[in-house]
């Protein structure tokens, strides 16, 4: 299969940090392998795995020193970055282990699965369908205890949140305008560009994703190298950013406005923050069994391009979720309307349409898709997070990492092929 280069090429550039603060207890689950992987004293394994902005003595960063990635990555951002607190109900919907006969059947894959956890520097892999986990291993010294970082897979939470919004009457149409809801972005470029165009990365803005961190990620979540975190306001970054470089509608152009603006509608449609609302239309809804977090600017704000972070088996709920058609249990949570409209294009949205948004790629309100018939949905994050769907089948695949480096998306896809198969 071939290389799906244009998902890793959306997120290759420096935005924000999350993971792990304090060391995890190890659990042994039933059917869970752990792994070191690849040569894991470049990830930080001699060191314990530290988290933070770096080594003493050196600039603080934020993912650039690869030895920090794992502990970062997995719940230290926690102690360096304002965030909001998502709680689960203690009460986790049941996932099931396959049985006998399954697991003989799965053998190959399951094979392959432990092999793609020792080859590349993967820290969790999940494979589920209804329920029935095909795979549940950890590398890197990760347990299933971790709250693993999103990167921009948050936009696809995002996505979900909005549709949830449309459910519940709090946002009527897409096809509003931004400051319908939030007054503050009238006269504002974002302000005057229509739901959809938000969700389909087609706002016009003149913005650059590679080139532009400087101006948005820093003054937005980041902070100056001297004040890290420090002073931050997403909000006054959407605002100010008024540069138009096409009509709307017209490109697709992946950059970090377009969803930050859609979680300014969301807190203003619900009249509270994005962790609150998604606590209690999402996260409980679906039977998280541990809490989530979602990074913040200084002022509260939630940062929803990325820094969401949940437990492996959380983020297979989620999974779950999109492959069902928005309904977990007895509960439609999102509705099947709206994760269909993920997976089509209208006349609305040709633009993003498979080989349009991208030669070998479409996009649809903030989900990929790598194929032409919009029935794989694709969350995509940088440095290798990855959480796919294949709406035919209900099968789900969650894979984080801390490299995106090398050919490792094609061994996911085969993978995920495999697992349709099983």
Not at 300 to 328: H, I, M, P, S, T
Not at 337 to 342: E, G, M, P, R
Request: hydrophobic share 40%; net charge positive.
């Amino acid at each position: 299969m071939a290389e799906r280069r244009s998902l890793q090429i959306s997120m290759n550039r420096s935005a924000v940090l999350s993971a792990a603060a304090t060391p995890l207890a190890a659990t042994t689950l039933p059917g869970c392998v752990t792994t070191q992987g690849p040569a894991s004293d470049e990830w930080g394994a001699t060191l314990g795995y530290p988290s933070g902005w770096g080594p003493p003595g050196l600039p603080p960063r934020w993912e650039a020193y690869p030895g920090y990635r794992v502990g970062n990555f997995s719940v230290g951002f926690e102690a360096m970055f304002r965030h909001g607190v998502l709680c689960a109900t203690g009460k986790p919907s049941p996932f099931s282990q396959p049985g006998a006969e399954a697991r003989a059947r799965t053998a190959g894959l399951r094979a392959a699965a432990e092999a793609h956890l020792r080859s590349w520097p993967a820290t969790g892999l999940l494979m589920q369908r209804d329920g029935e986990i095909l795979f549940e291993g950890y590398g890197l010294g990760r347990t299933p205890e971790a709250r693993f970082t999103s990167w921009s897979m948050a936009k696809s939470v995002t996505s979900i949140l909005l549709g949830i919004a449309l459910d519940l009457g709090m946002v009527r149409s897409i096809d509003d305008v931004a400051a319908d809801y939030v007054p503050g972005l009238e006269g504002t470029l974002h302000g005057g560009t229509r739901l959809r165009h938000l969700l389909n990365m087609s706002s016009g803005a003149e913005v650059d994703h590679a080139r532009d961190p400087v101006r948005i990620d820093v003054p937005a979540l980041l902070g100056t190298p001297n004040a890290r975190a420090t002073g931050t306001d997403l909000e006054l970054v959407v605002r100010r950013w008024n540069d138009r470089g096409d009509p709307a509608r017209t490109r697709f152009n992946y950059n970090e406005l377009c969803p930050l603006t859609i979680g300014m509608v969301l807190r203003a449609a619900s009249r509270t923050s994005l962790s609150a609302f998604a606590e209690e239309h999402l996260w409980r809804p679906i039977g998280a069994e541990g809490d989530a977090t979602w990074l913040c600017d200084s002022r509260g704000k939630e940062y929803n391009c990325v820094g969401f972070a949940a437990r492996l088996r959380d983020w297979g709920r989620l999974g779950r979720l999109v492959a069902q058609r928005g309904r977990l249990g007895d509960r439609q949570v999102v509705s099947s309307a709206y994760i269909d409209s993920c997976a089509n294009w209208g006349p609305e949205d040709r633009q993003v349409a498979f080989g349009v948004a991208r030669p070998d790629t479409g996009h649809r309100n903030f989900f990929w898709h790598p194929r032409a018939d919009g029935q794989w949905l694709v969350m995509n994050g940088h440095l290798g997070q990855r959480l796919a769907v294949d709406l035919a089948s209900r099968t789900a695949m969650v894979r984080t990492a801390v490299s995106n480096d090398g050919a490792w998306s094609r061994d996911f896809f085969a993978l995920f092929e495999a697992a349709i198969r099983a």
